[in-house]
């Protein structure tokens, strides 16, 4: 099912895969085995204005759209998943929120740097109690003459120990509730910012993610983001954006075991024929072009709303919860199609299904996604 893409697009597509298939893919097993955080990738990455590619070209990026930022993303996670995790996050989680709420200062200071590749970016939102319930933050931040002093733990923020500045949610008005939380940035190296260990993870392993310490951190009082009590709205908009950029992620992941699995059943034989002349086999490969096909729509269309300045909170959602599922079946099927080699580290699909696993868990659990379709489609709060 072809999907029609501008000029600009698909060159995106042709330079990203080329970049991806050159300088990403021959490190991928390495990163996977050993936790290392590709800094060379980024490097380069930064060299050709990647790091800001959805940025105005007056804030460090490449102006590009939507729909190439979900492109490019898609490719990168096409050959490795711990790249693309970090990429998405610095794009849509730890910059866009500046460009999205940020003064001219703020844009001028944290994402120029960023999007210039200067260094990555961070976004802090979940807490040990407060996951999927982001509305029950703790994290406090009070004002003490022209500071804020921030105090609290937030965990499993990807690119913390990386970033040039922390973007975290804080309670400034308890007695507001949702409406009490405020949006900070937070830059390196600021006195009481520290990390925990970086979390031995199932899959996305090059991927850095740790707990962030906030202990009496003082920011001046121009480093809120957007106006105070704000923050819960903020943090809701940027995670319908962050969705587009993981269901890209989820398509990539699952282009990538399709493509070996394709490649596979056509080489090898059984019984005298190549597998993938067998229904048993050809159906999987059948039902896999049909979840990717599906999925691809569902994620472009959210990006070309977005670009249109549309609602989009119930298209990402819809993007991300069916990109993400139909990535963990592709990746688990294509194990299937492997067979024994599917299960061995000589072929990249267990890396694959290891890497998808997160991506119904990241950004919105598939169950609180369905209760945000539900509620857009119904207009009740679900109980």
Request: glycine share 12%.
């Amino acid at each position: 099912m072809e999907i029609e893409l501008t000029a600009e697009q698909e060159l995106i597509r042709q330079t990203m895969r080329e970049f991806a298939t050159r300088e990403i893919a021959p490190l991928a097993r390495h990163v996977d085995e050993t936790g290392e955080f590709p800094a060379a990738t980024f490097a380069r990455m930064a060299q050709l204005g990647l790091l800001g590619l959805p940025f105005p070209e007056a804030y460090g990026g490449a102006g590009a759209d939507s729909v190439s930022t979900a492109i490019a993303i898609e490719e990168v996670a096409r050959v490795c998943g711990s790249t693309a995790l970090i990429y998405a996050a610095h794009l849509g989680l730890g910059s866009a929120p500046i460009f999205m709420f940020g003064s001219e200062a703020q844009k001028q200071r944290f994402l120029l740097p960023a999007a210039r590749g200067d260094y990555l970016g961070a976004f802090g939102l979940t807490e040990p109690h407060a996951g999927s319930d982001a509305g029950a933050t703790r994290t406090s931040a009070t004002l003490d003459g022209d500071e804020w002093v921030i105090n609290g733990q937030k965990m499993w923020i990807t690119n913390a120990p990386l970033a040039g500045h922390i973007i975290v949610t804080a309670v400034t008005d308890r007695e507001r509730g949702k409406r009490g939380i405020s949006a900070f940035i937070v830059p390196r190296g600021t006195p009481g910012l520290s990390f925990g260990k970086h979390e031995a993870k199932m899959g996305l392993r090059g991927s850095v993610s740790t707990a962030v310490l906030l202990d009496g951190v003082r920011v001046p009082r121009d480093y809120l983001l957007g106006e105070r009590g704000q923050g819960f709205i903020q943090f809701l908009e940027v995670l319908d954006g962050g969705r587009i950029g993981i269901g890209a992620m989820a398509l990539g992941l699952a282009q990538g075991a399709y493509d070996t699995a394709v490649r596979y059943a056509r080489e090898r034989e059984a019984f005298g024929r190549p597998i993938g002349a067998y229904q048993s086999v050809a159906n999987m490969i059948a039902d896999m072009e049909v979840g990717i096909s599906t999925a691809r729509l569902a994620v472009y269309q959210a990006a070309r709303l977005k670009d249109r300045g549309l609602p989009i909170t119930r298209a990402a959602a819809v993007a991300k919860l069916y990109a993400s599922e139909v990535s963990e079946r592709v990746c688990r099927d294509a194990i299937q199609v492997l067979g024994g080699y599917g299960y061995s580290q000589e072929f990249p699909v267990e890396r694959m299904y290891r890497d998808t696993r997160l991506l119904t868990i990241g950004e919105g659990t598939s169950e609180i996604l369905r209760g945000v379709i539900a509620h857009s489609v119904l207009g009740l709060r679900p109980a």
